[in-house]
């Protein structure tokens, strides 16, 4: 499902353009609510989701070469990378606070609403999403400028390899397979963990409500950080493993944290709205914000292989994994306490792995080395 993405980000000499364009169509079929309950229609619109998501959200890499010079990159990528985060952070609002909880934690909504009223509250929000996909649909086509009328640095001019030629040299770099995994293993649970963090918060008593607010939160110190964190890579250069391994540390600290508080009935930790709110938030900001200085770390390593198609491989790994582990769901949904147990497991693995791997700037040294 992630191929015509790749392909249309490995047309780099083309630009954003056509890529973008494409992928904006494809939303508008994702969120038009003619008929939502039909399930071909639910199906075809979460195929083309899938189609169109990842060309957005591994964009920022080739658009911060693109239009920027070298100590700018990291921080195009981070903010680049961090606005479509945003959205999902609204994503954890808007769903309850403008449809009720079904799930019997707010009883006082529960009671007061029937499905036909909730039926119509999503079909409100599905509209609006599909005004706000028009509205950017109609903005790329007006106006979004392939790439500027100078090249900002020596790599945006380069030449980049093929598009095969590009999937044989990731598929035989054994340090890029390694920091691959590194992203894809806890980026993937943690996606999939944030997607039910209502249903895994239930049994502590924790509404629907408050489980968006955490969810919303996280994201939102995610950004903040990896903004900073960028920010900062930019400014001393080289230190992009060094900022994982810190990133990661307090990732495992947070997850395990978070996981026996909820076994409280074992562990006696004090289980209130505070630690909860708190080992949550935590372990989104230190994930969340690795997302950008993971991107720039790819194509520092791979360089001269296109940023799209890089982004692109680790994006569809950290999908599979995320489908793996609902795929489970499916079947272990009664008790969740395993699932908790997914995330400090994967921060610890992902924290060998980055500890293991021998960084280089590849596409760094041509800029600073080459140009002068």
């Known amino acids: 499902m992630q191929g015509p993405p790749l392909v249309l980000l490995s047309l780099a ?31 075809g619109g979460q ?33 680049a990378s961090m606005l479509s985060y945003l959205g999902g952070a609204c994503a954890f609002l808007v769903g309850p606070l403008v449809v009720p909880a079904p799930n019997g934690t ?75 995994l590194a992203y894809a293993i806890p980026l993937g649970v943690f996606a999939g963990w944030s997607g039910v963090l209502d249903l895994i918060l239930t049994p502590v008593h924790v509404s629907q409500v408050d489980a968006g607010w955490i969810g919303f939160w996280s994201i939102v110190g995610g950004c903040v950080v990896g903004i900073a964190m960028a920010r900062f890579a930019d400014f001393i250069r080289g230190m992009l493993k060094l900022i994982l391994l810190l990133l990661f540390s307090g990732a495992t600290l947070s997850s395990t944290w978070f996981t026996l508080t909820c076994l409280n009935s074992i562990t006696h930790l004090p289980l209130t709205t505070v630690t909860l709110y708190a080992s949550c938030i935590l372990l ?17 390593t791979v360089y001269p292989v296109p940023e799209g198609i890089t982004c692109g491989v680790v994006t569809f790994l950290s999908n599979m994994f995320m489908g793996v582990l609902l795929f ?27 500890l293991c791997f021998r960084e280089s700037y590849d596409r760094l040294y041509l800029d600073v080395v080459v140009s002068v």
């Open 47 to 79: 195929l083309l989701n899938g189609l169109a998501g990842p060309t957005v959200m591994n964009a920022a890499p080739f658009l911060s070469t693109t239009w920027f010079s070298a100590d700018e990159r990291a921080t195009a990528t981070a903010i």
């Open 106 to 180: 707010s009883p006082l909504l529960a009671s007061e609403t029937s499905r036909t009223h909730i039926k119509d509250l999503i079909e409100t929000v599905l509209y609006a999403e599909f005004g706000v996909v028009c509205l950017l649909f109609s903005a790329t086509l007006a106006y979004f400028p392939p790439r500027p009328p100078l090249p900002p640095s020596v790599a945006a001019a380069s030449q980049r390899l093929s598009y095969r030629r590009s999937f044989c040299r990731l598929l035989s770099n054994m340090r890029f397979l390694m920091i691959a």
């Open 284 to 300: 989104g900001v230190f994930l969340n914000s690795s997302i950008p200085i993971f991107f720039e770390l790819f194509v520092e």
């Open 328 to 354: 489970f769901l499916t079947f272990y949904h009664t008790e969740l306490s395993w699932f908790n147990w997914c995330l400090p497991g994967s921060c610890l693995l992902s924290l060998l792995l980055i």
């Open 13 to 43: 000499p083309q630009g954003l353009r056509a890529g973008l364009i494409i992928a904006s169509f494809f939303f508008i079929f994702l969120v038009h609510p003619s008929d939502f309950f039909n399930s071909r229609l639910i199906h």
